[in-house]
């Protein structure tokens, strides 16, 4: 009965792989969000889709690229792992009438060595 | 730009004792704001959300308070228990769908 979930908990992976981040919710919610949490522990959002309709894409590298297949699930697909890629990314959720209330997953830890 | 502070980074108090976090931020046209609660390893859980229009929110031990002329939230817990050790991050919300966070205050509940 997870509200949030992402796949995996856990990856670890070499600089100049392509790895994939899954999250899929089942509260309902039509707004979806990835944020990152750096090692100094600061979360900041990095794309948010709408019904599967990208509507905030911050300065990101475009390496970083999300993808939305339906309502209920944002996945995020990076391409040439660097090092500084290593972080704590949180999937998050909201519905569009209240979307700051937002309902955050269990995090996927990522290490580039 | 929403920015979101949060003083001190750690607090360690004995058992008992009550927990006042501070959170200030810069931008007094704030949508809402929400406290959330961190254990080491895993994800946020939302604790209070408190709306723009209202001045404070209450749930069991725990109450946050927001005053938007001055920049403030305040998160207090009552009678702190060991299991209340984790970190806590305020965010502010603004109305284009994002959320600026503080760094958060590691908290430490001496049994």
């Known amino acids: 009965d997870t509200a949030v979930s992402q796949t995996p908990k856990y990856l670890v992976t070499q600089m100049g792989n392509d790895k994939s981040i899954k999250c899929e919710q089942n509260l309902g919610h039509d707004t979806m969000y990835w944020y990152k949490q750096d090692s100094k522990k600061f979360l900041k959002i990095m794309f948010s889709?709408?019904?599967?309709?990208?509507?905030i894409n911050e300065t990101v590298p475009n390496r970083f690229s999300p993808k939305s297949p339906d309502k209920a699930h944002l996945n995020l697909h990076i391409n040439s792992l660097e090092l500084g890629d290593s972080a704590v990314y949180f999937c998050?959720?909201?519905?569009?009438?209240?979307?700051?209330?937002?309902?955050f997953g269990p995090g996927t830890r990522l290490t580039v060595l | 730009k929403q920015e979101v502070t949060q003083i001190p980074a750690a607090l360690s108090v004995p058992e008992g004792e009550n927990l006042v976090l501070n959170c200030s931020f810069t931008d007094s046209a704030i949508y809402n704001l929400q406290w959330f609660r961190q254990d080491p390893g895993k994800g946020l859980t939302s604790l209070l959300l408190i709306q723009s229009s209202q001045r404070e929110q209450t749930s069991g031990r725990l109450n946050a308070s927001l005053d938007k002329s001055s920049g403030r939230s305040t998160l207090y817990i009552a009678a702190s228990q060991p299991g209340d050790s984790a970190t806590y991050l305020c965010a502010g919300g603004s109305n284009d769908y994002k959320l600026s966070f503080g760094a958060g205050t590691t908290v430490t509940v001496r049994a």
């Open positions: 998050a959720s909201s519905h569009v009438t209240r979307y700051n209330e937002q309902f």
């Open positions: 889709y709408n019904n599967k309709e990208l509507i």
